[in-house]
């Protein structure tokens, strides 16, 4: 995600590393499931819902705040 942060164009940054992190998590989650014997599909989604989660809540915190533009 920083080298999202840092490559991307200004006006995009806030997408990029938010997918970024997506796929990190995605990636995690697989990783996870491999390790722990499991199927990956649903650990992958469920670290990517929740990541979505996560990141819309403090999106909101940070409007609320007025921390984000």
Known sequence: PVLAALLSPASVVSWS???VSLIGLAVL??????????????????VIFWGIVAMAVTAAIGRIFGVQT
């Open 29 to 46: 989650g697989v990783v996870g499931a491999r390790a722990g014997g499991a199927s990956p599909w649903r650990p992958a989604m469920r």
């Open 17 to 19: 590393v938010s997918a």
